[in-house]
Structures are given as structure tokens and as C-alpha cells.
């Protein structure tokens, strides 16, 4: 059987790089985007030299062509990924006063950049493949916290595509589902992100909930 491969948007040093290697672990072939190539380029060393075969590809997720010109190339470097996490998100606080433009910046990132991605790799032979995608989710979707509104209002947005791109992908034999994190990553020992990770690993395991949550 051929490797599966998963492609991480949003990959970095916290969750997305763990949840990749997670999967890695599994013997998954790995694709990280970010937007940054140097940064890509550590990654990819770090990835390689424990042993995981790993490819990089730089992306504007707030440009919709880029999103597509990304995908394009993957599906030509590494053919249909069985995997999708979306884990770009803005978790700085709001910029004081607050206007519409940050929102705006806010939203094109962590939401219109995961429809983007959503609809780049949800393709027929990715459904025959059983694909599944995976969105990091937050608490401040039901529970915001002030001074983060942006956060707050884009992490209900998220939770509310991924309930549509369900019912619209799992007929087709795509699992859509996100991961709920209820804390600050990296801010203790039980959400260091490489236990946070193994919630995704989880997930698209049991391919049952369209939720966790983890706290």
C-alpha cells in the first residue's frame, strides 16, 4: 500500500509542526505550508533528520490563488493528500481601538484561508481516498475572553464551516471535523502541543465526532 500523506497549513513550531509529526510517526509523508520559506526551510531540515519523509510549499492562505497554486502543486509533487489540518489562526490580541480592517485581516486568515484550502483539496479523488479534514478550533468560539473579539468571532465562524463543509462533504466520504482546544497551547504541561496533537491523530482515527474538545 502507498505512503498516505498529510499536508499541514499552518505549520510551525508550536501545534502544526506536532500534529504533522504525529502523523509522521505513523509513517505518513508530510507537506508543511507557511507563508514563510525560511522558516519552511528549518522545518524541513528538523523533519528530515529524524528520518520523516517531508516536502515544503510557501503560501499566502489570505490569497485565494495562492491557496490554488499550492494545492496545484502538491497534487503534482506528492499526488491527492489523505489529510488536511488547518491550523492557521491570528491568537494575538485585538489592536487597540479596534476597526473594521482588523477584523477583516483577522477573518481572510483564520476563516476565508480554510475555505480556501477546504476547497482546494476536496476534490473527487480525494473523496474516493476517504480524506479527512481537520480544523483547529478554539474555546473562544462559546467562551470569549476580552480583548480578543477577532479571535472570538472568527473561532465561531470556524466552528460553523466546519458543521456546513460536513454536511456537505461527508456524503461524499470526507470526515470535516475540529479540534476544540481550551487553552492556552504551550501555556502548560498538559497542553504542550505534542499532547494537543494526539487529539488530531484521534480524530482521524475514529473519524465519529465532528468535535473534540480538548482541556
Known sequence: MSKKTIVVVGAGQGLGNHVAERFAQEDFRVVLVARRSEALAEYRQ???????????VACDVTDAESVRTSFTKIHAEVGTPDVLVYNVGITTPDAQPLDENEILRHFKADVLGTFSCIKAVATDEFAKKQGAILLTGGVAAVSPFPGYTCLAIDKAAL?????????????????????????????SEHFAPANIAEKYWQMYQERKDWEVRYE
Do not use: D
Open 46 to 56: 528538523a523533519f528530515e533528520t529524524k528520518g520523516y519523509e517531508v516536502s515544503t
Open 159 to 187: 466552528r460553523g464551516l466546519t458543521l456546513a463543509m460536513r454536511g456537505e462533504l461527508e456524503p461524499k466520504g470526507i470526515f470535516v471535523g475540529t479540534v476544540m482546544v481550551c487553552g492556552i497551547i504551550g501555556g
